[in-house]
T-cell receptor, first 114, second 114 residues
Framework: GAGVSQSPSNKVTEKGKDVELRCDPISGHTALYWYRQRLGQGLEFLIYFQGNSAPDKSGLPSDRFSAERTGESVSTLTIQRTQQEDSAVYLC????????????FGPGTRLTVT | GQNIDQPTEMTATEGAIVQINCTYQTSGFNGLFWYQQHAGEAPTFLSYNVLDGLEEKGRFSSFLSRSKGYSYLLLKELQMKDSASYLCAVRVGWDGGATNKLIFGTGTLLAVQP
């Protein structure tokens, strides 16, 4: 079946502009996660959605970052007034509640802020 | 605070065995994960340990000692395709699904040489 998909695959934007990144989780997966990975670094947790529960936003680095998810479907991560330090690969993952330990990752969106 | 340490780089020979260590100091613990990430690709799940001891899965094994805050990933019969980054991650909370945040180490870049 289809895996996690993300769009766009690459995004180049000017400093100060807003960007919106999209994630389509695996159908039926109730949990969805956003991570950021800077060049040569590990994954940095951003936010976690589980069903209709309040999301865990504890990893969002500033109020310029926000994420939405409608039900158990698509999620969007929005970065307002982008800065050069926001340049990174943004990875989305999803998991099934019955096998919550195994997160399936999408291919990521490479964001470059110039 | 949360701290996960792994060696930055390792080199090993095709056909050999390599052990990648991970130590952690986290505010909570509810399982340790290993992911493999090839360059330019998304991470893929390798193993999950929540109890002390060794979990074996084919050529890959993972060990956990919760009292020592220590894990290792053991790769046997190394192949060239095993050249990748290996990410250690700790689930720091679990509340029946209320939070499933993973804290990742920076990863160990393994180079397998002929």
């Amino acid at each position: 079946g289809a895996g996690v998909s993300q769009s766009p695959s690459n995004k180049v934007t000017e400093k100060g502009k807003d960007v919106e990144l999209r994630c389509d989780p695996i159908s039926g997966h109730t949990a969805l996660y956003w991570y950021r990975q800077r060049l040569g670094q590990g994954l940095e947790f951003l936010i976690y959605f589980q069903g209709n529960s309040a999301p865990d936003k504890s990893g969002l680095p500033s109020d310029r970052f926000s994420a939405e998810r409608t039900g158990e479907s698509v999620s969007t991560l929005t970065i307002q007034r982008t800065q050069q330090e926001d340049s990174a690969v943004y990875l989305c993952a999803s998991s099934d509640l019955r096998h919550i330990y195994e997160q399936y990752f999408g291919p990521g969106t490479r964001l470059t802020v110039t | 605070g949360q701290n996960i340490d792994q060696p930055t780089e390792m080199t090993a020979t095709e056909g050999a065995i390599v052990q990648i260590n991970c130590t952690y100091q986290t505010s909570g613990f509810n399982g340790l994960f290993w992911y493999q990430q090839h360059a330019g690709e998304a991470p893929t799940f390798l193993s999950y340990n929540v109890l002390d001891g060794l979990e074996e899965k084919g050529r890959f094994s993972s060990f956990l000692s919760r009292s020592k805050g220590y894990s290792y990933l053991l790769l046997k019969e190394l192949q060239m395709k095993d050249s990748a980054s290996y990410l250690c991650a700790v689930r720091v909370g679990w509340d029946g699904g209320a939070t499933n945040k993973l804290i990742f180490g920076t990863g160990t870049l393994l180079a397998v040489q002929p």
